[in-house]
């Protein structure tokens, strides 16, 4: 039930029951990473081009550290993986290992929300589950390097359960096909998230991401360490963020499922 999903195995891969336990797990994985950074202050300069000063390139801190990551993964084949997108696909290298077999699970697509995820988790996120720094620069206790780790860990993190749509989407369309046509082909957007939308579902992640967020957030013996996260902050964050955004997933890889197949 816990197992990491097999995207090796079409019929499991599509299971929406499987794709929906991977969903659950990456719940923790978020939850312990917003906690991590959460210890750190917002940070803001580690956002900025050029706000750490860094020899021979010009990016923000974090853009920097996500950019060499990305590289350095790319060469063990993170990429290859059809659940994992890059935020710089210009830096992607050849793997160093011989590729995988993946069976085609998904439609050919190019659908990549990563841009959007960056974008909201520096304008929303981190504002709101890190605490404000009065003056972020040449205090000694800036951690801007812990806070960047962080960061990285956690866009891919967050990258990885929002493109999960894409799982998500194809297994709805082969349940009904024939409505994901009529709508696809109508080009009703509005229509296909309607269709892909499950409003007792969505109630039931937000109410389970506020007991993780309490739960994982306290301290199992000493009180005074508990509260590591703000719950609000992490429901709000599920609500208005991550799952609108999935739902964006869905819809576009929808918009493509038709090209090059016979109901184009
Ligand atoms: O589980 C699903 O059916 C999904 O589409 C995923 C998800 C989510 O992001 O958690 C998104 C849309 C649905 O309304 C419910 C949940």
């Not at 000063?53 to 590289?71: A, T, V």
């Not at 085609?104 to 981190?126: F, G, Q």
């Amino acid at each position: 039930m816990d197992a990491a999903i097999d995207l090796t195995d079409r019929s499991k891969a599509l299971d929406l029951n499987n794709i929906r336990a991977q969903l659950i797990r990456l719940e923790d994985t978020i939850t312990f990473h917003l906690i991590e950074r959460a210890q750190f202050p917002a940070n803001k300069t580690i956002y900025v081009a050029g706000g750490v000063p860094i020899p021979g390139s010009n990016l923000s801190l974090m853009d920097y550290l996500l950019r060499e990551q990305e590289k350095l993964q790319s060469r063990v084949r993170r990429y290859e993986s059809p659940d994992e997108h890059p935020f710089f696909p210009d830096a992607l290298e050849t793997p160093i290992l011989e590729p995988l077999q993946y069976p085609e699970i998904l439609h050919s697509n190019d659908v990549n929300e990563n841009p959007a995820i960056k974008k909201r988790y520096i304008e929303e996120i981190i504002p709101s589950v890190c605490r404000q720094n009065r003056v972020d620069r040449g205090v000694s206790q800036e951690n801007y390097g812990s806070s960047a780790t962080c960061d990285v860990n956690l866009l891919q993190a967050l990258s990885r359960r929002i493109h999960f749509g894409k799982f998500v989407a194809e297994s709805k369309f082969q349940q009904d096909p024939e409505k994901f046509v009529r709508l696809i082909k109508a080009g009703d957007r509005m229509g296909i998230d309607e269709a892909i939308t499950n409003s007792k579902v969505e109630e039931l992640v937000l109410k389970r991401i506020e007991t993780k967020a309490q739960t994982y957030g306290s301290d199992p013996v000493l009180a005074e360490y508990s509260n590591k996260v703000d719950a609000e902050a992490v429901v709000k964050m599920y609500q208005n963020i991550i799952i609108p955004i999935t739902k964006v997933v869905e819809v576009e890889y929808l918009m493509q499922r038709l090209i090059g197949t016979q109901w184009q």
